[in-house]
């Protein structure tokens, strides 16, 4: 059974990172993508990027250099990391799997507030 | 970047009714092109890949076409339970972008 699931903080004080880890079985991180995908409150769905199957990744230019993907795959664990937070950062934050064609997966989501 | 642009962005129908949203993509993006459904406090969950493969699990009243690069989501018989957010993604080339989504209503 293909599952994923993303563990993080609830809050983040401005300014500060955000570490997110997707934690996934039922299938390789080798075989498979893994994307990040954000949601702010009452708004559509924002593509961060992506931890490709071989290892390298790609990234939204609109996170510059504010984004880091990684991944471990003896734990099967998938990580991202964004410095520098700001309000409008707060989102729920989506691990999905991905396919050739399309996310066929998603977790349920970590809901991350930023604080002043 | 590829973008997609999204039509409506809400929709009112009736029960039994059949529904259309479409995506139009700023530049050819072949068959790269997924369909979701997102309920509230849910996550998306895949309905049609490829343009116009149904995903495992979807009923058969979902279906995808494209007309070049032009997408359309057909639901042909709306029930209660297709009430929700929907949105396109293109998967040809990074960034990934989704379309700004549809919410679908029953009058």
């Known amino acids: 059974q293909v599952q994923l699931k993303e563990t993080g903080p609830d809050l983040v004080q401005l300014t500060q990172t955000l570490s997110i880890t997707c934690t996934v079985s039922?299938?390789?991180?080798?075989?498979?993508?893994v994307h990040w995908v954000r949601q702010p409150p009452g708004k559509g769905l924002e593509w961060m990027g992506a931890?490709?199957?071989?290892?390298?990744?790609d990234y939204n230019s609109a996170f510059k250099s504010r984004l880091s993907i990684s991944r471990d795959t003896s734990k099967s664990q998938v990580f991202l990391k964004m410095n520098s937070l700001q309000t409008d950062d707060t989102a729920k934050y989506f691990c999905?799997?991905?396919?050739?064609?399309?996310?066929?997966?998603w977790g349920q989501g970590a809901s991350v507030t930023v604080s002043s | 970047d590829i973008q997609m642009t999204q039509s409506p962005a809400s929709l009112s129908a009736s029960l039994e009714e059949i529904v259309t949203i479409t995506c139009q993509a700023s530049?050819?993006?072949?068959?790269?092109l997924a369909w979701y459904q997102q309920k509230p406090g849910k996550s998306p969950q895949l309905l049609i890949y490829?343009?116009?493969s149904l995903a495992d699990g979807v009923p058969s009243r979902f279906s995808g076409s494209r007309s070049g690069t032009q997408y359309s989501l057909k639901i042909s018989r709306l029930q209660v339970e297709d009430i929700g957010i929907y949105y396109c993604?293109?998967?040809?080339?990074?960034?990934?972008?989704f379309g700004s989504g549809t919410k679908l209503e029953i009058k």
């Open positions: 999905a799997r991905g396919t050739m064609m399309d996310m066929d997966a």
């Open positions: 039922g299938f390789s991180l080798t075989t498979y993508n």
């Open positions: 931890m490709w199957n071989g290892g390298g990744t």
């Open positions: 530049q050819d993006i072949g068959n790269w």
């Open positions: 490829g343009a116009t």
């Open positions: 993604l293109q998967a040809y080339s990074a960034p990934l972008t």
